[in-house]
C-alpha cells in the first residue's frame, strides 16, 4: 500500500522455498474521502512481508485497555485514520470459530489484537455460526486481526509490518477454509475449500459488509464494488462494515502510525 489508506500483509516461508501472500483490503491510495466514494477497484496493497517465520520478534508496545464509560461503542474517522471508543473485544473462539495471530503463525489471537465495534463483533459471531451450523462436521472459521482496544495507527510496531487500515473497528481479517480441515491459514490456493469460502463471502455480503476483499484468481464472487479482487489476498479475505454515518478522515491525521 501506498498511503494510509489499507493494510498490508506477506507472509513468506523463506527458510522452506514458499511464498505465501496474505494481504488485506484497501480502500483507495489517494483519497481520504470514506470508502463509499472510491471506485469499486481500490489499488493493490503492498508487497511487503508482515512476518518471516524464524525472524527475531520485538515485544510489541503497552497497549492500553478499551476506553470505559456508558454507552454503545464508536467508530471514529476512517478505516487508515480513526480510533474505537469504548471497543468489544472478540472472543478468543468458540464452538464456531477460532483466533489466529497471523504474525506469530499461532492461535489464539491475543486480546489486544481483536477488539471491534459492538456491531463488528456481533456479525462475526453470527456469520461464524450460521456458517458451522449449515453443515454437520464443518471446521471452524479463522478470525485473524480486528483492531487494537482504542483503534488508531496498528503499525509495525505491534508485529510483522503492521496494518495501515484496522484503525477503528470496522475491520477484520477472516480466514479461508482449508480443504484439509485444519486450524490455519491457507498455504496455498490449492488448499482453500472454495466452495465454503465463497459461502462465507456470501454470509458477509448479506449481513451488510461494505466490501470483503478477496485474493485475485480465486474465483470468490459478489456484487460489483462489495467483493473486489485485490493482490495479496491468498489466504485470507478482509471483511469490512460500512460506518454507521458516513465518515471522513481529519486532515491532517492526527494519529500517527507507531
Not at 464494488?225 to 471483511?239: E, F, K
Amino acid at each position: 500500500m501506498l498511503a494510509f489508506a489499507g493494510m498490508f500483509s506477506l507472509r513468506t516461508a523463506v527458510l522452506t522455498g514458499r511464498c505465501t501472500v496474505a494481504g488485506a483490503a484497501v480502500a483507495g491510495a489517494q483519497s481520504l474521502a470514506p470508502p463509499s466514494s472510491l471506485p469499486p477497484v481500490p489499488l493493490p496493497a503492498s508487497a511487503l512481508p508482515a512476518a518471516v517465520p524464524g525472524a527475531p520478534t520485538l515485544p510489541p508496545p503497552a497497549v492500553p485497555g478499551p476506553s470505559t464509560g456508558a454507552g454503545p461503542s464508536l467508530a471514529l474517522g476512517v478505516p487508515w485514520c480513526g480510533r474505537l471508543v469504548r471497543g468489544t473485544p472478540l472472543a478468543t473462539g468458540s464452538g464456531y470459530f477460532f483466533t489466529w495471530d497471523l504474525t506469530a503463525g499461532a492461535r489464539p489471537n491475543p486480546a489486544w489484537r481483536r477488539h471491534g465495534t459492538g456491531r463488528l463483533v456481533s456479525a462475526l459471531r453470527r456469520v461464524t455460526a450460521a456458517h458451522h451450523r449449515a453443515r454437520a462436521g464443518r471446521p471452524r472459521v479463522g478470525i485473524a486481526d480486528l483492531s487494537l482496544p482504542r483503534g488508531g495507527p496498528f503499525g509495525p510496531s505491534y508485529g510483522g509490518l503492521g496494518h495501515l487500515s484496522h484503525q477503528n473497528g470496522l475491520d477484520a481479517d477472516v480466514l479461508y477454509p482449508r480443504r484439509d480441515r485444519l486450524e490455519a491459514p491457507p498455504d496455498l490456493p490449492a488448499q482453500i475449500d472454495r466452495a465454503s469460502a465463497q459461502e462465507l463471502v456470501d454470509r458477509f455480503v448479506a449481513t451488510g459488509a461494505q466490501q470483503v476483499f478477496v485474493g485475485r484468481g480465486l474465483g470468490l464472487r459478489g456484487p460489483r464494488g462489495v467483493v473486489v479482487p485485490i493482490a495479496y489476498h491468498l489466504d485470507h479475505m478482509h471483511v469490512r462494515l460500512p460506518p454507521e454515518r458516513p465518515a471522513r478522515a481529519p486532515r491532517p491525521c492526527p494519529w500517527k502510525p507507531q
